[in-house]
Protein backbone atom coordinates (compact mmCIF):
# COMPACT_ATOMS: atom_id res chain seq x y z
CA UNK A 1 0.00 0.00 0.00
CA UNK A 2 1.86 3.34 -1.16
CA UNK A 3 1.62 6.42 1.03
CA UNK A 4 0.73 8.58 -1.93
CA UNK A 5 -0.27 7.61 -5.39
CA UNK A 6 2.22 10.44 -7.38
CA UNK A 7 5.17 12.23 -5.54
CA UNK A 8 6.62 15.09 -7.20
CA UNK A 9 9.99 15.90 -6.23
CA UNK A 10 10.43 19.76 -6.57
CA UNK A 11 7.67 22.58 -6.10
CA UNK A 12 9.61 25.02 -8.92
CA UNK A 13 6.87 25.86 -11.57
CA UNK A 14 7.05 22.40 -13.17
CA UNK A 15 6.37 20.61 -10.32
CA UNK A 16 3.17 22.99 -8.92
CA UNK A 17 2.12 22.67 -12.79
CA UNK A 18 1.92 19.13 -12.33
CA UNK A 19 0.51 18.56 -9.11
CA UNK A 20 -2.24 21.16 -10.07
CA UNK A 21 -3.05 19.18 -12.82
CA UNK A 22 -3.19 15.73 -10.97
CA UNK A 23 -5.61 17.20 -8.93
CA UNK A 24 -7.78 18.11 -11.74
CA UNK A 25 -7.47 14.78 -13.34
CA UNK A 26 -8.61 13.34 -9.62
CA UNK A 27 -5.43 12.30 -8.32
CA UNK A 28 -3.85 13.91 -5.28
CA UNK A 29 -0.32 14.34 -5.11
CA UNK A 30 2.42 15.00 -2.64
CA UNK A 31 5.47 17.76 -3.22
CA UNK A 32 8.06 17.30 -1.38
CA UNK A 33 10.46 20.58 -1.91
CA UNK A 34 14.07 20.96 -0.06
CA UNK A 35 13.25 24.92 0.78
CA UNK A 36 11.19 25.44 3.15
CA UNK A 37 9.44 28.72 1.44
CA UNK A 38 9.25 30.13 -1.92
CA UNK A 39 12.42 31.81 -2.74
CA UNK A 40 12.34 35.64 -4.10
CA UNK A 41 15.88 35.26 -6.13
CA UNK A 42 16.50 36.41 -9.47
CA UNK A 43 15.18 33.50 -12.05
CA UNK A 44 12.64 34.20 -15.09
CA UNK A 45 11.05 37.44 -15.50
CA UNK A 46 8.36 36.30 -17.50
CA UNK A 47 6.43 33.48 -19.01
CA UNK A 48 5.79 33.29 -22.71
CA UNK A 49 4.33 30.55 -25.62
CA UNK A 50 2.06 28.08 -25.92
CA UNK A 51 1.39 27.51 -21.87
CA UNK A 52 -0.20 30.86 -21.87
CA UNK A 53 -3.06 29.34 -24.49
CA UNK A 54 -2.94 26.54 -21.98
CA UNK A 55 -4.11 28.46 -19.06
CA UNK A 56 -6.09 30.30 -21.15
CA UNK A 57 -7.77 26.90 -21.73
CA UNK A 58 -7.75 26.42 -18.19
CA UNK A 59 -9.45 29.28 -17.47
CA UNK A 60 -6.19 30.88 -15.59
CA UNK A 61 -5.17 33.28 -17.82
CA UNK A 62 -7.31 36.43 -16.74
CA UNK A 63 -6.26 35.20 -12.96
CA UNK A 64 -2.58 35.05 -13.55
CA UNK A 65 -2.43 38.41 -15.98
CA UNK A 66 -4.37 40.15 -13.13
CA UNK A 67 -0.76 39.74 -11.04
CA UNK A 68 1.56 40.11 -13.77
CA UNK A 69 3.35 43.50 -14.04
CA UNK A 70 2.58 43.82 -18.20
CA UNK A 71 -0.13 40.78 -18.88
CA UNK A 72 0.98 41.94 -22.69
CA UNK A 73 4.08 43.52 -22.97
CA UNK A 74 5.50 44.30 -26.60
CA UNK A 75 6.39 41.19 -29.11
CA UNK A 76 9.93 42.35 -29.88
CA UNK A 77 12.12 39.17 -29.56
CA UNK A 78 15.66 39.24 -29.16
CA UNK A 79 16.29 35.57 -31.56
CA UNK A 80 19.86 35.24 -30.83
CA UNK A 81 20.53 39.05 -30.95
CA UNK A 82 18.67 39.67 -34.46
CA UNK A 83 15.13 41.56 -33.28
CA UNK A 84 12.26 39.67 -34.08
CA UNK A 85 8.96 42.23 -34.16
CA UNK A 86 5.54 40.35 -33.56
CA UNK A 87 4.02 43.56 -32.81
CA UNK A 88 2.40 44.29 -35.34
CA UNK A 89 1.03 40.38 -36.67
CA UNK A 90 -2.53 40.26 -35.82
CA UNK A 91 -2.97 37.01 -33.70
CA UNK A 92 0.62 37.05 -32.92
CA UNK A 93 1.53 32.95 -32.35
CA UNK A 94 3.55 33.75 -29.86
CA UNK A 95 2.03 34.99 -26.29
CA UNK A 96 4.29 36.58 -23.63
CA UNK A 97 3.21 38.03 -20.00
CA UNK A 98 5.59 39.36 -17.46
CA UNK A 99 5.72 37.66 -14.19
CA UNK A 100 8.98 36.89 -11.90
CA UNK A 101 9.19 33.69 -11.51
CA UNK A 102 8.32 33.72 -7.78
CA UNK A 103 5.00 35.48 -7.92
CA UNK A 104 4.08 32.53 -10.42
CA UNK A 105 5.26 29.89 -8.47
CA UNK A 106 3.08 31.48 -5.58
CA UNK A 107 0.08 31.42 -8.17
CA UNK A 108 0.22 27.96 -8.91
CA UNK A 109 1.19 26.68 -5.37
CA UNK A 110 -2.07 28.78 -4.70
CA UNK A 111 -4.29 27.02 -7.34
CA UNK A 112 -2.57 23.28 -6.23
CA UNK A 113 -3.53 23.68 -3.07
CA UNK A 114 -6.76 25.25 -3.30
CA UNK A 115 -7.06 21.86 -5.44
CA UNK A 116 -6.01 19.69 -3.06
CA UNK A 117 -2.38 18.74 -3.44
CA UNK A 118 -0.30 17.96 -0.24
CA UNK A 119 3.19 20.57 -0.57
CA UNK A 120 6.10 19.48 1.96
CA UNK A 121 8.51 22.26 1.80
CA UNK A 122 11.60 21.54 4.06
CA UNK A 123 11.64 17.84 2.56
CA UNK A 124 14.87 16.89 0.89
CA UNK A 125 14.39 13.79 -1.15
CA UNK A 126 18.07 12.09 -0.86
CA UNK A 127 17.07 8.61 -1.88
CA UNK A 128 14.85 6.91 -4.74
CA UNK A 129 14.20 3.20 -5.25
CA UNK A 130 11.99 1.18 -7.11
CA UNK A 131 10.37 -2.22 -7.94
CA UNK A 132 7.78 -3.08 -10.69
CA UNK A 133 4.90 -2.03 -7.70
CA UNK A 134 6.50 0.87 -5.67
CA UNK A 135 9.06 3.79 -5.77
CA UNK A 136 10.21 4.16 -2.13
CA UNK A 137 11.65 7.54 -1.33
CA UNK A 138 14.03 8.67 1.62
CA UNK A 139 13.42 12.14 2.49
CA UNK A 140 15.62 14.26 5.18
CA UNK A 141 12.44 16.07 6.96
CA UNK A 142 13.20 19.04 8.79
CA UNK A 143 12.57 16.97 12.36
CA UNK A 144 13.73 13.64 11.32
CA UNK A 145 14.53 11.40 7.73
CA UNK A 146 11.94 8.95 6.72
CA UNK A 147 10.59 6.75 4.10
CA UNK A 148 7.72 6.93 2.00
CA UNK A 149 6.24 5.00 -0.82
CA UNK A 150 4.27 5.78 -3.97
CA UNK A 151 2.95 4.31 -7.23
CA UNK A 152 4.69 7.15 -9.64
CA UNK A 153 7.74 9.54 -8.66
CA UNK A 154 7.63 12.58 -10.66
CA UNK A 155 11.24 14.21 -10.98
CA UNK A 156 10.81 17.94 -11.61
CA UNK A 157 13.81 18.59 -9.06
CA UNK A 158 15.74 21.02 -11.95
CA UNK A 159 18.88 21.19 -13.68
CA UNK A 160 21.01 19.26 -11.28
CA UNK A 161 18.40 16.50 -10.72
CA UNK A 162 19.15 14.43 -7.82
CA UNK A 163 15.96 12.07 -9.06
CA UNK A 164 17.85 11.67 -12.42
CA UNK A 165 21.45 10.76 -11.00
CA UNK A 166 20.30 7.97 -8.82
CA UNK A 167 17.78 6.58 -11.80
CA UNK A 168 20.97 6.73 -13.64
CA UNK A 169 19.32 8.46 -17.09
CA UNK A 170 22.04 10.12 -18.88
CA UNK A 171 21.74 14.07 -19.31
CA UNK A 172 24.25 14.29 -22.29
CA UNK A 173 24.84 17.68 -23.77
CA UNK A 174 27.28 20.75 -23.84
CA UNK A 175 28.00 23.84 -21.21
CA UNK A 176 28.78 26.86 -23.46
CA UNK A 177 31.76 29.39 -22.57
CA UNK A 178 29.37 32.13 -22.94
CA UNK A 179 28.62 33.93 -19.57
CA UNK A 180 26.03 35.47 -19.46
CA UNK A 181 25.01 38.46 -17.40
CA UNK A 182 22.13 40.27 -16.42
CA UNK A 183 21.81 43.44 -13.93
CA UNK A 184 18.38 45.39 -12.82
CA UNK A 185 20.16 48.65 -11.38
CA UNK A 186 18.47 51.91 -10.68
CA UNK A 187 19.10 54.75 -13.83
CA UNK A 188 21.66 57.01 -12.07
CA UNK A 189 21.69 61.15 -12.80
CA UNK A 190 24.39 61.01 -14.85
CA UNK A 191 22.48 58.83 -17.58
CA UNK A 192 20.23 60.95 -19.67
CA UNK A 193 16.99 58.56 -20.72
CA UNK A 194 15.80 60.14 -24.32
CA UNK A 195 12.07 59.96 -25.57
CA UNK A 196 12.63 56.93 -27.76
CA UNK A 197 14.07 54.71 -24.87
CA UNK A 198 17.56 55.01 -25.61
CA UNK A 199 19.84 56.66 -23.24
CA UNK A 200 22.15 59.24 -23.38
CA UNK A 201 26.11 58.24 -21.34
CA UNK A 202 28.71 61.10 -20.83
CA UNK A 203 32.01 59.48 -22.52
CA UNK A 204 30.13 56.45 -24.36
CA UNK A 205 27.41 58.79 -26.31
CA UNK A 206 23.92 57.25 -27.46
CA UNK A 207 23.25 53.43 -26.15
CA UNK A 208 20.68 52.05 -28.45
CA UNK A 209 17.27 50.23 -26.22
CA UNK A 210 17.76 46.77 -27.50
CA UNK A 211 20.93 44.80 -28.16
CA UNK A 212 24.33 46.21 -29.12
CA UNK A 213 27.11 44.19 -30.97
CA UNK A 214 30.73 44.92 -30.41
CA UNK A 215 34.27 43.14 -30.27
CA UNK A 216 34.13 41.52 -27.30
CA UNK A 217 30.17 40.21 -26.96
CA UNK A 218 26.90 41.22 -26.52
CA UNK A 219 25.49 44.35 -24.73
CA UNK A 220 21.69 44.52 -23.85
CA UNK A 221 19.38 47.18 -22.52
CA UNK A 222 15.87 47.97 -21.93
CA UNK A 223 12.83 49.16 -20.03
CA UNK A 224 13.95 51.90 -18.12
CA UNK A 225 10.62 52.23 -16.24
CA UNK A 226 10.25 52.95 -12.95
CA UNK A 227 13.44 54.21 -12.42
CA UNK A 228 15.11 50.72 -13.12
CA UNK A 229 16.98 49.87 -15.75
CA UNK A 230 17.93 45.89 -16.84
CA UNK A 231 21.74 45.58 -18.48
CA UNK A 232 22.73 42.89 -19.91
CA UNK A 233 25.80 41.07 -21.06
CA UNK A 234 27.52 38.22 -23.06
CA UNK A 235 31.48 37.90 -22.97
CA UNK A 236 32.49 35.16 -25.73
CA UNK A 237 35.58 35.26 -23.86
CA UNK A 238 34.94 34.87 -19.99
CA UNK A 239 37.73 36.11 -17.56
CA UNK A 240 37.63 33.57 -14.81
CA UNK A 241 34.98 33.40 -12.48
CA UNK A 242 34.06 31.87 -8.90
CA UNK A 243 30.68 29.95 -9.36
CA UNK A 244 30.05 29.53 -6.06
CA UNK A 245 30.03 33.45 -5.53
CA UNK A 246 26.98 35.43 -6.56
CA UNK A 247 27.51 38.07 -8.94
CA UNK A 248 28.57 41.70 -7.69
CA UNK A 249 28.28 44.95 -8.62
CA UNK A 250 31.54 45.22 -9.32
CA UNK A 251 31.69 41.98 -11.26
CA UNK A 252 28.84 43.51 -13.16
CA UNK A 253 30.49 46.99 -13.59
CA UNK A 254 34.02 45.26 -15.27
CA UNK A 255 31.84 42.56 -17.97
CA UNK A 256 29.76 45.90 -18.87
CA UNK A 257 32.69 48.11 -19.36
CA UNK A 258 34.78 45.24 -21.20
CA UNK A 259 31.81 44.42 -23.78
CA UNK A 260 31.19 48.24 -24.19
CA UNK A 261 35.20 49.50 -24.02
CA UNK A 262 33.91 51.62 -21.57
CA UNK A 263 32.43 53.00 -18.00
CA UNK A 264 28.73 52.88 -17.73
CA UNK A 265 27.23 54.45 -14.58
CA UNK A 266 24.93 52.02 -12.79
CA UNK A 267 22.64 52.29 -9.85
CA UNK A 268 21.99 50.86 -6.92
CA UNK A 269 21.32 46.64 -7.70
CA UNK A 270 17.97 45.65 -7.58
CA UNK A 271 18.80 42.16 -9.12
CA UNK A 272 22.11 40.64 -10.23
CA UNK A 273 22.35 36.78 -11.61
CA UNK A 274 25.25 35.28 -13.81
CA UNK A 275 25.14 31.95 -15.90
CA UNK A 276 26.30 29.82 -18.62
CA UNK A 277 23.76 28.37 -21.01
CA UNK A 278 23.56 24.12 -21.10
CA UNK A 279 22.27 22.21 -24.05
CA UNK A 280 21.03 18.98 -22.35
CA UNK A 281 18.20 16.65 -22.96
CA UNK A 282 17.62 13.16 -20.72
CA UNK A 283 18.36 10.22 -23.11
CA UNK A 284 14.94 9.12 -21.42
CA UNK A 285 12.25 11.14 -19.67
CA UNK A 286 10.99 7.68 -18.14
CA UNK A 287 12.39 4.93 -16.10
CA UNK A 288 10.25 1.93 -15.11
CA UNK A 289 8.22 4.48 -12.49
CA UNK A 290 10.10 7.05 -12.36
CA UNK A 291 9.78 10.18 -14.84
CA UNK A 292 11.32 13.30 -15.67
CA UNK A 293 9.74 16.86 -16.23
CA UNK A 294 10.83 20.61 -16.76
CA UNK A 295 14.75 21.76 -16.20
CA UNK A 296 15.21 18.16 -14.71
CA UNK A 297 14.98 16.44 -18.41
CA UNK A 298 16.12 19.53 -20.83
CA UNK A 299 18.31 22.70 -20.73
CA UNK A 300 17.93 24.98 -22.91
CA UNK A 301 20.70 27.37 -24.57
CA UNK A 302 18.52 30.82 -24.75
CA UNK A 303 16.16 32.46 -22.47
CA UNK A 304 12.28 32.62 -22.91
CA UNK A 305 11.37 29.26 -23.84
CA UNK A 306 12.18 26.73 -20.75
CA UNK A 307 9.37 27.58 -18.94
CA UNK A 308 6.87 26.82 -21.49
CA UNK A 309 8.69 23.57 -22.17
CA UNK A 310 8.95 22.48 -18.61
CA UNK A 311 5.03 23.38 -17.63
CA UNK A 312 3.81 21.76 -20.44
CA UNK A 313 5.81 18.32 -19.88
CA UNK A 314 3.55 18.89 -16.60
CA UNK A 315 0.09 19.15 -18.86
CA UNK A 316 1.07 16.37 -21.05
CA UNK A 317 2.14 13.73 -18.03
CA UNK A 318 -1.00 14.47 -15.37
CA UNK A 319 -3.55 12.73 -17.10
CA UNK A 320 -1.61 9.97 -18.26
CA UNK A 321 -0.67 9.38 -15.33
CA UNK A 322 -3.88 9.70 -13.70
CA UNK A 323 -5.25 7.20 -16.10
CA UNK A 324 -2.53 4.65 -14.92
CA UNK A 325 -3.59 5.16 -11.29
CA UNK A 326 -7.31 4.98 -12.12
CA UNK A 327 -6.46 1.63 -14.35
CA UNK A 328 -8.15 3.02 -17.55
CA UNK A 329 -4.58 3.93 -19.08
CA UNK A 330 -4.73 1.40 -22.47
CA UNK A 331 -1.25 -0.14 -23.01
CA UNK A 332 1.77 2.18 -23.71
CA UNK A 333 0.30 5.57 -22.86
CA UNK A 334 2.23 6.15 -20.66
CA UNK A 335 5.13 5.43 -22.87
CA UNK A 336 3.74 8.22 -25.02
CA UNK A 337 4.99 11.08 -22.31
CA UNK A 338 8.31 10.30 -23.28
CA UNK A 339 8.12 10.09 -27.18
CA UNK A 340 6.23 13.13 -27.20
CA UNK A 341 7.83 15.32 -24.91
CA UNK A 342 10.63 14.40 -26.37
CA UNK A 343 9.99 15.49 -29.17
CA UNK A 344 9.01 18.73 -27.94
CA UNK A 345 12.46 19.35 -26.25
CA UNK A 346 14.41 18.75 -29.73
CA UNK A 347 11.79 21.54 -31.27
CA UNK A 348 12.77 23.95 -28.67
CA UNK A 349 16.27 22.97 -28.58
CA UNK A 350 16.54 23.10 -32.02
CA UNK A 351 15.84 27.13 -32.02
CA UNK A 352 17.72 27.57 -29.18
CA UNK A 353 20.93 25.91 -30.88
CA UNK A 354 20.12 28.62 -33.61
CA UNK A 355 19.97 31.56 -31.42
CA UNK A 356 23.66 30.12 -30.33
CA UNK A 357 24.68 30.26 -34.04
CA UNK A 358 23.32 33.93 -34.71
CA UNK A 359 24.74 35.38 -31.24
CA UNK A 360 28.47 33.71 -31.76
CA UNK A 361 30.68 35.33 -34.13
CA UNK A 362 32.28 38.39 -34.82
CA UNK A 363 33.73 38.58 -38.57
CA UNK A 364 32.28 39.50 -41.69
CA UNK A 365 30.95 36.36 -42.43
CA UNK A 366 28.87 35.78 -38.59
CA UNK A 367 27.33 39.66 -39.51
CA UNK A 368 26.68 38.49 -42.78
CA UNK A 369 24.39 35.72 -41.31
CA UNK A 370 22.65 37.60 -38.88
CA UNK A 371 21.60 40.54 -41.52
CA UNK A 372 20.33 38.20 -43.90
CA UNK A 373 18.39 36.40 -41.11
CA UNK A 374 17.00 40.03 -39.98
CA UNK A 375 16.38 40.81 -44.19
CA UNK A 376 13.92 37.59 -43.94
CA UNK A 377 12.49 38.50 -40.98
CA UNK A 378 10.71 41.78 -42.75
CA UNK A 379 8.16 39.24 -44.56
CA UNK A 380 5.31 38.25 -42.54
CA UNK A 381 5.26 34.71 -43.27
CA UNK A 382 8.68 34.31 -41.80
CA UNK A 383 7.97 36.20 -39.08
CA UNK A 384 4.90 34.50 -38.22
CA UNK A 385 6.92 30.63 -38.66
CA UNK A 386 9.95 32.29 -36.16
CA UNK A 387 6.89 33.12 -33.60
CA UNK A 388 5.52 30.28 -33.80
CA UNK A 389 8.90 28.18 -33.29
CA UNK A 390 9.46 29.84 -30.02
CA UNK A 391 6.42 29.80 -28.72
CA UNK A 392 5.86 25.77 -29.18
CA UNK A 393 2.65 27.37 -31.34
CA UNK A 394 4.08 24.41 -34.37
CA UNK A 395 4.24 21.58 -32.14
CA UNK A 396 2.50 18.59 -34.02
CA UNK A 397 3.02 15.21 -32.01
CA UNK A 398 4.53 12.89 -34.08
CA UNK A 399 2.03 9.84 -35.09
CA UNK A 400 -1.23 10.57 -36.95
CA UNK A 401 -1.01 11.56 -40.53
CA UNK A 402 -4.15 11.01 -41.32
CA UNK A 403 -5.76 15.09 -41.25
CA UNK A 404 -3.24 18.11 -40.63
CA UNK A 405 -5.42 18.36 -37.29
CA UNK A 406 -4.34 15.59 -35.50
CA UNK A 407 -1.32 16.23 -32.95
CA UNK A 408 -1.84 19.94 -32.62
CA UNK A 409 -3.12 22.29 -30.48
CA UNK A 410 -6.89 22.64 -30.67
CA UNK A 411 -7.49 25.40 -32.32
CA UNK A 412 -10.23 28.19 -30.47
CA UNK A 413 -12.85 27.61 -32.69
CA UNK A 414 -16.21 29.86 -31.56
CA UNK A 415 -18.98 27.42 -30.79
CA UNK A 416 -22.82 27.93 -30.67
CA UNK A 417 -24.32 25.41 -28.52
CA UNK A 418 -27.62 25.11 -27.34
CA UNK A 419 -26.18 26.77 -24.03
CA UNK A 420 -24.77 29.87 -25.83
CA UNK A 421 -22.15 30.76 -27.31
CA UNK A 422 -18.64 29.63 -25.95
CA UNK A 423 -15.37 27.92 -27.41
CA UNK A 424 -13.02 25.17 -27.40
CA UNK A 425 -11.13 27.15 -24.61
CA UNK A 426 -14.00 26.98 -22.38
CA UNK A 427 -14.64 23.00 -22.83
CA UNK A 428 -11.17 22.00 -21.39
CA UNK A 429 -10.89 23.99 -18.16
CA UNK A 430 -11.70 21.08 -16.10
CA UNK A 431 -9.07 18.52 -18.35
CA UNK A 432 -11.25 16.06 -19.67
CA UNK A 433 -11.26 14.30 -22.85
CA UNK A 434 -13.77 16.31 -25.45
CA UNK A 435 -15.93 14.35 -27.88
CA UNK A 436 -16.51 17.23 -30.18
CA UNK A 437 -19.37 16.76 -33.01
CA UNK A 438 -19.18 19.78 -35.41
CA UNK A 439 -22.28 18.45 -37.58
CA UNK A 440 -25.18 16.82 -35.98
CA UNK A 441 -23.09 13.64 -36.39
CA UNK A 442 -25.19 10.96 -34.28
CA UNK A 443 -23.55 7.84 -35.67
CA UNK A 444 -20.07 9.17 -34.46
CA UNK A 445 -21.88 10.50 -30.99
CA UNK A 446 -23.31 6.90 -30.49
CA UNK A 447 -19.78 5.55 -30.62
CA UNK A 448 -18.23 8.35 -28.21
CA UNK A 449 -20.86 6.96 -25.70
CA UNK A 450 -18.97 3.83 -24.67
CA UNK A 451 -16.40 6.25 -23.29
CA UNK A 452 -18.82 8.66 -21.56
CA UNK A 453 -17.19 8.00 -18.27
CA UNK A 454 -13.92 9.49 -19.53
CA UNK A 455 -14.98 11.53 -22.50
CA UNK A 456 -17.31 14.78 -22.62
CA UNK A 457 -19.27 14.65 -25.11
CA UNK A 458 -19.98 18.19 -26.77
CA UNK A 459 -22.24 19.23 -29.91
CA UNK A 460 -21.50 22.57 -31.22
CA UNK A 461 -21.99 24.62 -34.21
CA UNK A 462 -19.13 26.47 -36.11
CA UNK A 463 -18.69 28.74 -39.08
CA UNK A 464 -16.42 27.48 -41.75
CA UNK A 465 -16.13 24.24 -39.51
CA UNK A 466 -12.77 22.56 -40.26
CA UNK A 467 -13.86 18.78 -39.54
CA UNK A 468 -17.49 17.18 -38.76
CA UNK A 469 -15.80 15.85 -35.33
CA UNK A 470 -12.59 16.18 -33.06
CA UNK A 471 -11.29 14.40 -30.41
CA UNK A 472 -9.51 16.46 -28.41
CA UNK A 473 -7.25 15.18 -25.41
CA UNK A 474 -6.94 16.83 -21.56
CA UNK A 475 -3.31 18.39 -22.55
CA UNK A 476 -5.55 20.50 -25.52
CA UNK A 477 -4.43 18.21 -28.23
CA UNK A 478 -6.33 16.85 -31.37
CA UNK A 479 -6.19 12.97 -30.98
CA UNK A 480 -8.63 12.17 -34.00
CA UNK A 481 -10.55 13.90 -36.38
CA UNK A 482 -13.88 13.12 -38.88
CA UNK A 483 -12.97 15.21 -41.84
CA UNK A 484 -15.85 17.42 -43.69
CA UNK A 485 -18.46 14.81 -44.90
CA UNK A 486 -15.99 11.95 -43.77
CA UNK A 487 -18.39 8.43 -44.34
CA UNK A 488 -19.58 6.40 -41.77
CA UNK A 489 -17.82 3.14 -43.02
CA UNK A 490 -14.34 5.08 -42.69
CA UNK A 491 -14.91 7.62 -39.44
CA UNK A 492 -16.35 4.64 -37.14
CA UNK A 493 -13.98 2.36 -36.77
CA UNK A 494 -10.91 5.56 -36.88
CA UNK A 495 -13.40 7.11 -33.81
CA UNK A 496 -13.04 3.18 -32.31
CA UNK A 497 -9.67 2.61 -32.58
CA UNK A 498 -8.54 6.43 -31.56
CA UNK A 499 -10.43 6.51 -28.24
CA UNK A 500 -9.53 3.30 -27.19
CA UNK A 501 -5.61 3.92 -28.40
CA UNK A 502 -6.04 7.33 -25.99
CA UNK A 503 -8.73 6.60 -23.39
CA UNK A 504 -8.50 2.63 -22.83
CA UNK A 505 -11.36 -0.08 -23.35
CA UNK A 506 -15.19 1.35 -23.79
CA UNK A 507 -17.61 0.65 -21.17
CA UNK A 508 -19.15 -2.44 -20.43
CA UNK A 509 -22.51 -2.74 -21.82
CA UNK A 510 -24.88 -1.32 -19.66
CA UNK A 511 -22.18 -0.53 -17.42
C1 LIG B 1 18.58 34.16 -14.33
C2 LIG B 1 17.59 33.26 -14.97
C3 LIG B 1 16.69 33.80 -15.87
C4 LIG B 1 15.75 32.98 -16.48
N1 LIG B 1 14.86 33.53 -17.35
C5 LIG B 1 13.92 32.76 -17.91
C6 LIG B 1 12.92 33.33 -18.76
O1 LIG B 1 12.89 34.53 -19.00
N2 LIG B 1 11.99 32.50 -19.29
C7 LIG B 1 11.97 31.17 -19.04
O2 LIG B 1 11.11 30.46 -19.55
N3 LIG B 1 12.89 30.60 -18.23
C8 LIG B 1 13.85 31.36 -17.67
N4 LIG B 1 14.77 30.80 -16.84
C9 LIG B 1 14.72 29.33 -16.62
C10 LIG B 1 13.66 28.98 -15.59
O3 LIG B 1 13.92 29.66 -14.39
C11 LIG B 1 13.69 27.47 -15.37
O4 LIG B 1 13.48 26.85 -16.61
C12 LIG B 1 12.63 26.99 -14.37
O5 LIG B 1 12.93 27.38 -13.07
C13 LIG B 1 12.54 25.47 -14.41
O6 LIG B 1 11.51 25.08 -13.57
P1 LIG B 1 11.52 23.62 -12.91
O7 LIG B 1 10.32 23.60 -12.03
O8 LIG B 1 11.67 22.60 -13.96
O9 LIG B 1 12.85 23.58 -12.04
P2 LIG B 1 13.29 24.53 -10.84
O10 LIG B 1 12.65 25.86 -10.95
O11 LIG B 1 14.76 24.46 -10.78
O12 LIG B 1 12.66 23.82 -9.57
C14 LIG B 1 13.21 22.65 -9.03
C15 LIG B 1 12.81 22.56 -7.57
O13 LIG B 1 13.21 21.31 -7.06
C16 LIG B 1 13.74 21.50 -5.77
N5 LIG B 1 14.64 20.39 -5.48
C17 LIG B 1 15.83 20.11 -6.08
N6 LIG B 1 16.37 18.98 -5.58
C18 LIG B 1 15.50 18.53 -4.62
C19 LIG B 1 15.48 17.41 -3.75
N7 LIG B 1 16.48 16.51 -3.76
N8 LIG B 1 14.44 17.26 -2.91
C20 LIG B 1 13.41 18.16 -2.90
N9 LIG B 1 13.38 19.25 -3.71
C21 LIG B 1 14.40 19.42 -4.57
C22 LIG B 1 14.44 22.85 -5.86
O14 LIG B 1 14.61 23.43 -4.59
C23 LIG B 1 13.46 23.63 -6.72
O15 LIG B 1 12.50 24.30 -5.96
C24 LIG B 1 15.72 31.59 -16.20
C25 LIG B 1 16.62 31.04 -15.28
C26 LIG B 1 17.54 31.86 -14.68
C27 LIG B 1 18.51 31.26 -13.69
Request: aromatic share 6%; proline share 7%.
Amino acid sequence: MSDADVIIVGAGPTGLMLAGELCLAGVRPLVLERHPQIRDIPKASGLGGQILELLRYRGLLAWFSSASDDPHPPLRVPFGGVHVDLTELVESPLHAMAIPQSRLERLLDERACELGAEIRRGHEVTGVSQDGATVTVDVRGPAVPYQVSTGYLVGCDGPRSRVRDLTGIPFPGTTYPEVNRLGVVTVPDSVTRLDNGDLEVPGLGTIRTGFTRTERGLFGFGGANGGTMSVFTIEDEPVEYDDDEPMTLPEFRASVRRVLGGDLPLGEARRLSRWQFQDRQAERYRDGRVLLAGDAAHLLPATGAALNLGMLDAVNLAWKLAAEIQSWAPPGLLGTYHDERQYAGARALLQTRAQVALRRGHDPAADALRQVFQELLVDEPARRRIGALIAGADLRYPGGNSHPLIGTFAPDLTLQTDRGETSVAGLLDRARPVFLDLAGRTDLRDIAGDWADRVEIRTAKTDDRPADALLIRPDAHVAWVAAVSEPADTAAPALREALTHWFGAPLEPGG
